[in-house]
């Protein structure tokens, strides 16, 4: 073996030890830091669901405000239909009706009004 491969060999064994040791020093050194971690993770995580929630309610409260004016414009509408159909006048159709009785009187109505 040359001396490249050797120094190959030790530096990628060094590095490999590095990465290795490294998490069980720092598992031993902060077991407490660890819980004190932990409980900042799950306080940011109910800060954020909180957060969450917030935005959630105030989207929920336009859809149903919105959901009620719709109700109104839509119960106003109608409304204002409804009254300008009792505005118009009924008239007795039986006047507005001249209905041939015999079929000469029809043909005869046919004829004048074409």
Partial sequence: MNIKSKLSYILIAATLLF???TPLCTC??????LKSVQNKISQTKRHE???LLKKFGVSMSWVAGSCVVIFLMLLSYKRLKNSQQ???INQDI??????PE?????TKFFIEKF
């Fill in 102 to 106: 015999t079929l000469d009187e029809a």
């Fill in 49 to 51: 669901i909180k957060i």
């Fill in 86 to 88: 009792k505005i118009v």
């Fill in 19 to 21: 990465w290795s040791i």
């Fill in 94 to 99: 039986s006047k507005n009706l001249n209905s």
């Fill in 28 to 33: 031993a050194a902060g077991a407490d830091s």
